[in-house]
């Protein structure tokens, strides 16, 4: 009987997992900014360890918890380093437009003026 449970779970949980993996996917595709299509991949690496994980007690080998760890990890770094790069883009374009709302010229454009130089 217990037998019986654990493969119907098994089965109920790959199922699941599959799903989700396909939404992930989908979110991803059609995610309208850039900071969806980041939240999408961290999701889709912990998809990924929710596998690693059912294939590992399916299975019976503990190796692929240990690259399930290994994979979390590498998706946290993965995430920390979008999320510093999407703040970066994000202050650059505040930085650019708070510029523009002054009437001045951002660092190195030169002014359009009709008939000479700006000192």
Known sequence: MPTRILLWADAASMVLICI????????IVRGPTLP????????LVSIAIGFMALFAIKTGYALYIDIA?????VG???TVAFARFILVKGAQASA???VVEE??????MTPRTAG????
């Not at 989700?20 to 979110?27: E, G, I, M, N, P």
């Not at 000479?116 to 000192?119: D, S």
């Open 20 to 27: 989700a993996f396909v939404l992930t996917v989908y979110r």
């Open 36 to 43: 969806d299509r980041v939240l999408g991949l961290d999701v």
């Open 69 to 73: 760890i290994a994979l979390g990890l």
């Open 76 to 78: 946290f770094l993965a």
């Open 96 to 98: 650019v437009q708070d």
């Open 103 to 108: 009437g001045d010229t951002p660092l190195g």
């Open 116 to 119: 000479g130089r700006h000192e």
